[in-house]
């Protein structure tokens, strides 16, 4: 059995829905996923068959941790099947849906030591009423100027969960998962 290691970063638990469905995804094809929030545990990816990294944007960045764990572990990351995915709400723009049309996803891949087999970038999801209240001035200040939703009791979730479960089967093939 394939063992995977799966580790992100979330703020507000967007990121852990898309992992926990990019886990069970993986694990319906046999494989043995160890979701791993970063903010918890910087695991090394040693010891695995293969390595997915996902982190959500917040005020125009992935969080530093992401960084750090993803240089530190380059090395590692680079040996085994590996991908990551970013999650950030300027995604949801069809202009600015992939690795290299995503401004943060691109600036991300272009500064860090990894380069990763697969990449790619889902549109997050707005919920006004979970944010905090200095969060919630800056959201709506944000998704008013681009021409989002921004109204207080606003709950969008803009991720097209088949492009998530296409992009775990992308995955699941590119570490021949089902093939042992
Ligand atoms: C305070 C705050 C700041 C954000 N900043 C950005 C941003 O600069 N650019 C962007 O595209 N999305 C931004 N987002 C959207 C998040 O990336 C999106 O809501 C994502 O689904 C959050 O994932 P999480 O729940 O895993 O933290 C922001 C969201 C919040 C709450």
Known sequence: MKKILLTY?????HARSISERIAARLES???????????D?????AGYDAVMVGASIRYGFHH??????????????????????SINLSARKPAKN????????????????????LATVFPGKVDFPKYRFFDRIMMHMIMSISGGPHGKDTVVDFTDWEAVDDFADRFAESCSLGKD
């Open 98 to 117: 992939t690795p290299e049309t995503n401004p943060y996803c691109r600036k991300f891949l272009h500064k860090i030591q990894w380069k990763p087999d």
């Open 64 to 85: 530093p941790e992401v960084q750090r764990y993803v240089n530190r572990y380059a090395r590692e990351l680079g040996s085994i099947p590996n991908a990551f995915f």
């Open 41 to 45: 545990e910087q695991r090394s990816p």
């Open 9 to 13: 970063w979330t703020t507000d638990g």
């Open 29 to 39: 094809k046999g494989a043995a996923v160890d979701a791993v929030c970063l903010r």
